[in-house]
């Protein structure tokens, strides 16, 4: 079956670590995002790419970092800069240059110790 | 700039109740405009859409026509069920320097009693 897997469901990050939650995709799409959610409210975007090698703040992507080595993959480092990192984050993916749907992954819940 | 916005909630109803939530955005250009569910503690999921207007997007009895002339996405459904119950976001899809962007509502819960 195609489609978005994110790993893992629940992550526990201590004060002044960096933590890397993972993204796969097996839909060929070549676009990929990363949104934050927070407690009622809507999706803000974090970072996205069009291409392998190649992304793109979004409008909240201070103390997040992400890398786009093959096509399937868009990993995001949440870092120890990011003071308030306690959200749900979901990842999606798309055809790029069109209007299409966006596919999202189950999403990860990361809370701080 | 372009925006979304969404009736707030929670929407509580009853079981085999109308549903209407409204949805109006603001837009340069002609956007397409979604609507996806999100079940509790689940990612999002398309529920319709529409790419032009006074089309009529519709899925498991859901429907939501796109009204130019009122800027508006409303979704409805004839008889809601327990399962129904979820938060629902409108969207609007604009386009960026190099590609299709997706601006989101708040979302709106919905709680549906037996």
């Known amino acids: 079956d195609g489609g978005i897997t994110q790993s893992p469901k629940y992550l526990f990050r201590k004060e002044g670590q960096n933590v890397t939650l993972s993204c796969e995709q097996n839909l060929n799409h070549d676009a990929m995002y990363w949104y934050r959610q927070d407690p009622g409210q809507g999706l803000r975007l974090i970072y996205y790419?069009?291409?392998?090698?190649?992304?793109q703040k979004g409008d909240i992507a201070e103390g997040y970092s992400v890398s786009r080595e093959k096509k399937e993959s868009f990993p995001l480092t949440v870092t120890s800069a990011q003071k308030n990192p306690t959200a749900f984050y979901l990842c999606a993916s798309k055809r790029t240059g069109t209007t299409e749907t966006q596919y999202f992954g189950p999403g990860t819940r990361l809370l701080v110790l | 700039g372009d925006s979304v916005t969404q009736m707030e909630g929670p929407v509580t109803l009853s079981e085999e109740a109308f549903l209407t939530i409204n949805c109006t955005y603001t837009?340069?250009?002609?956007?397409?405009l979604f609507w996806y569910v999100q079940y509790p503690g689940e990612g999002l999921q398309l529920l319709l859409k529409a790419t032009k207007a006074d089309d009529k997007g519709s899925n498991k009895g859901f429907e939501a026509t796109y009204r130019k002339e009122t800027t508006s996405f409303h979704l409805e459904k004839g008889s809601v069920q327990v399962s129904d119950s979820a938060v629902y976001f409108c969207?609007?899809?604009?386009?960026?320097?190099?590609?299709?962007?997706?601006?989101w509502g708040a979302g709106t819960k919905l709680i549906i009693k037996p």
């Open positions: 969207a609007l899809s604009v386009k960026g320097d190099s590609n299709y962007q997706l601006i």
């Open positions: 837009a340069t250009g002609y956007p397409s």
């Open positions: 790419s069009q291409i392998v090698n190649d992304f």
